[in-house]
């Protein structure tokens, strides 16, 4: 049977792959996604530390040096267009001893060939910045063009706004074999179907090396390392007001201290060695953590931890970004293993591959693009919730309570394009289940809204991937 031809598959759903149709849909472009998982976002994009990185970082003339100081730029603008809680808070990088002090001036150097400005301060302005310092520091490298961002909303977002402009996504499908006929490859999925398009983009993150292999030899081998982390509740607003980094050493960034786009403080990641799907969280992790994390700051109220969990950073044998066209199999673009600061550099990632694949392709810009989605319905005052609940009286019933996520707020969110069909994706939307409670009060009202509203039997929910359906079997 004839199968329809695409101008570009893309393997994957994280944020590069997101990014990558996003800006791919400026052009009139027959563009699909493949995503192995019932969601986007659900590996390395939806488990990271959440950091716009300002870019001083990156060792200079590298991929990552390059699109992190452009990616990080683009921020502002995305935040006005995806609503993605994006917060200019800068970053601290914290010294202890003159060994460190050696280490953020080398730092700040670095930062100024990549052409990123920081500044070093010191005790008085540290504790004027942030009061909760561990009294034994001495120093910090001050990054104030960098921020915190809603991973989420950034990878929902994105999605949404290139489904809006004519992009289409197939979740549960995942890639498992390619074939190269003559000009164009041939995809297929497990069960899903098989495809055919002109332009094959690899964004398939920690699998990237496995997903070449496919068509060639990979010329990078994929080492995943777990990081762990431990999420607070909200308990004093301005307990921390940025990230605070340790020096960093050969085994990367250290642990950090910073907060949320939504007030939550966490301490994370660990970095260690681990399988490609990993995402346990131990006990030596959690005490490891407590431990680090007391070098920053004074004192952590520990008893407010709500959750740990983990996610797989895609290492690579090359230690940059692997950003190209194959020159063996044109039309073949491997955008995988991208590591830190694969989040900051994600909107100029997105940028520049579409730029290539549109040179390949010709294509024509699309003059219905619009790179707005609608705002999210939200309120930070009586007033406009009021306004709100004048709209739709849904607005003002609150589901979690935590939270402050009412069912009004819940059915926008899944009647959007790409909008959650789980559990799991109305949490990571809208917190909803995220706060101190973990669901215990709202889940039940979730699973409800969402076999209503999607109209599926109340026990064919799923909390994540297919199979996850939490109410296993009806009782009488
Ligand atoms: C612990 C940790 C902390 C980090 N902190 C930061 C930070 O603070 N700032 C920063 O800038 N960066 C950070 N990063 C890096 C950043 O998270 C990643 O660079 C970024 O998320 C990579 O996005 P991606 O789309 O390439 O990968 P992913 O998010 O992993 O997406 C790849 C997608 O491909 C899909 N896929 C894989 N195989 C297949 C297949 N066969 N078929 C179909 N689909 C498939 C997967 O399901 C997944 O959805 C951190 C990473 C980690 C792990």
Same mark, same amino acid.
């Given at each position: ?10 393997? @994957?759903?994280?944020?590069? @792959? ?7 849909? $400026? ?7 493949? /995503? ?24 200079? %003339? ?31 990088? *914290? ?10 001036? =080398?730092?700040?150097?670095?930062? /100024? ?18 009061? %909760? ?107 921390? %007001? $940025? ?82 066209? =194959?020159?063996? %199999? ?6 995988? =293993? ?18 290539? *694949? ?49 069912? @009004? ?65 009806? =009782?009488?």
């Amino acid at each position: 049977m004839k199968k329809e031809l695409y101008d570009v598959i893309i393997i @994957g759903a994280g944020v590069i @792959g997101a990014s990558i149709a996003r800006f791919l849909s $400026r052009f009139n472009v027959k563009c699909l996604i493949l /995503e192995k998982h019932n969601d986007v976002g659900e590996e390395a994009s939806g488990a990271n530390s959440a950091i716009v990185h300002s870019g001083y970082d990156p060792k200079p %003339n590298t991929l990552k040096a390059k699109f992190n100081v452009i990616g990080a730029k683009m921020f502002d603008k995305i935040n006005d267009e995806l609503d993605v809680n994006y917060i200019k808070t800068g970053t601290l990088t *914290i010294g202890f001893n003159n060994d460190d002090l050696i280490t953020l001036k =080398s730092l700040k150097e670095r930062g /100024e060939i990549n052409g990123v400005e920081t500044s070093i301060i010191g005790k008085d302005e540290l504790f004027k910045l942030e009061p %909760n310092l561990n009294k034994n520091v001495l120093y910090g490298l001050y990054a104030k063009e960098a921020g915190i961002v809603n991973p989420f909303l950034l990878v929902s977002g994105l999605i949404e706004n290139a489904l809006e402009n004519n992009i289409d996504l197939k979740l549960n499908s995942e890639v498992i074999k390619i074939e190269k006929i003559m000009d164009f490859y041939r995809v297929f999925t497990k069960d899903k179907g098989i495809y055919e398009t002109k332009v094959l983009v690899n964004a398939s993150g920690r699998n990237g090396d496995y997903i070449t292999s496919f068509i060639e030899k990979p010329k990078f081998k994929i080492t995943p390392r777990k990081g762990q982390y431990i999420l607070f509740d909200h308990f004093d607003d301005h307990f921390i %007001n $940025r990230p605070l980094f340790m020096c960093p050493t050969k085994m990367g960034k250290g642990v950090l201290v910073s907060k949320t786009t939504s007030n939550n403080y966490y301490i994370g990641p660990t970095n260690e060695a681990s399988s490609l799907d990993d995402v346990s969280t131990t006990k030596e992790g959690f005490d490891y953590l407590k431990k680090e994390s007391l070098k920053l700051i004074n004192n952590l109220p520990i008893k407010d931890a709500i959750r740990e969990f983990s996610g797989v950073r895609a290492n690579n044998n090359i230690d940059d970004f692997i950003i190209e066209e =194959s020159n063996l %199999n044109e039309g073949f673009f491997n955008v995988s =293993s991208i590591m830190s600061p694969g989040l900051a550099s994600s909107l100029a990632i997105g940028e520049y591959v579409s730029n290539l *694949i549109q040179n390949r392709l010709n294509l024509k810009i699309n003059e219905n693009y619009n790179p707005y989605i609608r705002k999210y319905p939200k309120f930070n005052n009586y007033e406009k919730l009021k306004d709100l609940i004048n709209i739709n009286p849904l607005y003002g019933k609150f589901i979690c309570r935590c939270e402050k996520v009412s069912e @009004g707020m819940i059915i926008d969110m899944i009647h959007r394009k790409g909008g959650p069909t789980t559990v799991k994706g109305i949490k990571k939307r809208l917190r909803a289940g995220f706060g101190r409670c973990q669901g215990t009060f709202c889940q039940e009202e979730v699973i409800k809204i969402l076999s209503r509203e999607l109209n599926i039997p109340i026990d064919e929910v799923n909390y994540s991937d297919l199979g996850t359906n939490i109410l296993k079997y009806r =009782s009488k």
